[in-house]
């Protein structure tokens, strides 16, 4: 078994019949929401200029991670 680096098996909720956004509504959905999502709160910080560089690097490591 895959373990996620918090300690979940990978594909635990799949294997257990629950379902997330990408089962619901298919993958290549729930990548193009990723994306809007993750431009739509990166424009919201960039408000903040210098003082939300942490969250917006954040916001692109967590968009890319796996599992």
């Known amino acids: 078994a895959v373990i996620h680096a918090g300690g979940k098996k ?3 909720d799949l294997d257990a019949g629950k379902c997330n956004y990408a089962c ?3 993958l290549d959905s729930a990548k193009a929401k990723l994306d809007e999502l993750t431009q ?4 919201a ?3 903040y ?3 939300a560089d942490f ?3 954040l916001a692109d490591k967590l968009k ?3 599992a």
Not at 40 to 43: A, H, M
């Open 49 to 51: 200029g210098n003082d």
């Open 24 to 26: 619901v509504h298919g």
């Open 40 to 43: 739509t709160s990166k424009e």
């Open 55 to 57: 969250f917006i690097e």
């Open 10 to 12: 990978i594909g635990k």
């Open 45 to 47: 910080l960039s408000e």
């Open 64 to 66: 890319v991670r796996k």
